[in-house]
């Protein structure tokens, strides 16, 4: 039998504007095609098929939203699309789609559900296990992982600029905690914030929103970080984003994308509360302004001439220091 780990719960967990915060969770996976992915999730879960093709199926579940399952390959999402449906194409696509499979990963993408309700999404990680899907270890090139997308509690500059500072201050911790994949510390698609980001973050006061964005797209006009706030700053400037970051694939939503974890769903001692629980660490030290002071004042105390800041050292003063606040 699987084994349970409970979510924990953010002090946060209502929005400015009285609705309750959602939690968005991506995973990245292998073992399956997409049509068993399909019957797997629909068998844990219920729901409705929506959109179906040979890259892409779409399942409406009435309590929850819509779970989007596909090969995150672009080139068949696109053949796919375009496709006639001749008969020919079809079966041409369907074999493609099967290739793909064994090559690149199947990918669930869950709706956004309220952040007190995330224990609804366990029976779909356990059935998917069962049925065979391998994540992280399964692959040296792919680097498969979860994504957590949180939304933010407010579209504000002080709060922004805090969850920018907990996260940054962590970042390194975050990477021993969450015991990130070597082929995915070493892949480009989940790199930290540069030290002297960070520097600057823990340097300053109360920056205004239009400090927040000049500074974040300049020193991570990227999709590729391990917190990826170009969705969010869509949200709140997509014209400003775009000229910096012209990419189509950043999409405008109000949360937070983070893409550290590893996907250890082959792992029966492994759930998605284990990726949320570390994350977690960000979200009540967001909350914790005079500690954000402290950790901050520290971690420029801590740099050096040359060298800047020693990393295993600030990890190690940093796991100290949650166990005393009691974080974790």
């Not at 729901?47 to 179906?52: A, F, I, Q, S, T």
């Not at 099967?98 to 956004?112: G, M």
């Not at 970042?171 to 914030?193: C, F, G």
Request: charged residues 25%; aromatic residues 10%.
């Amino acid at each position: 039998m699987d084994q349970k780990v409970t979510f924990k719960k953010p002090s946060v967990t209502i929005k400015g504007d009285g609705n309750s915060r959602r939690v968005g969770f991506e995973l990245e996976f292998s073992g399956l095609t997409l049509d068993e992915t399909v019957d797997t999730v629909q068998s844990s879960l219920g729901g409705n098929l929506g959109v179906n093709n040979a890259a892409e199926q779409l399942i409406h579940v009435a309590s929850m939203g819509d779970f989007n399952v596909e090969i995150d390959w672009d080139f068949l999402k696109r053949t796919a699309k375009a496709s006639n449906h001749s008969e020919k194409d079809d079966e041409w696509i369907k074999q493609l789609s099967k290739v793909a499979s064994a090559l690149v990963p199947v990918e669930v993408v869950c709706p956004p559900i309220p952040i007190t309700s995330l224990n609804l999404l366990e029976p779909m990680v356990s059935r998917l296990r069962r049925a065979g899907a391998v994540g992280t270890e399964e692959s040296l090139i792919a680097a498969y992982g979860v994504h957590i997308n949180t939304e933010i509690p407010n579209l504000d500059a002080e709060t922004l600029f805090a969850y920018l500072r907990s996260f940054s201050l962590l970042q390194w911790w975050l990477v021993e905690a969450h015991h990130v994949n070597t082929s995915r510390k070493i892949s480009p698609y989940i790199d930290l914030y540069p030290e002297s980001y960070v520097k600057l973050l823990a340097s300053q006061t109360s920056p205004t929103m239009d400090k927040i964005f000049d500074d974040y797209l300049e020193y991570n006009a990227s999709r590729n970080r391990a917190l990826d706030l170009l969705p969010l700053l869509a949200e709140i400037d997509k014209q400003r984003v775009f000229n910096k970051v012209d990419d189509p694939k950043i999409k405008s939503r109000p949360a937070f994308h983070y893409r550290l974890p590893n996907c250890n769903i082959e792992h029966r001692d492994w759930s998605l509360a284990q990726s949320w629980n570390i994350w977690w660490v960000v979200e009540q030290l967001a909350q914790r302004p005079d500690d954000l002071e402290e950790l901050s004042s520290a971690f420029l105390d801590a740099g050096q001439p040359l060298i800047g800041v020693i990393r295993n050292k600030w990890v190690k003063y940093l796991d100290q220091w949650l166990k005393d606040h009691e974080l974790v």
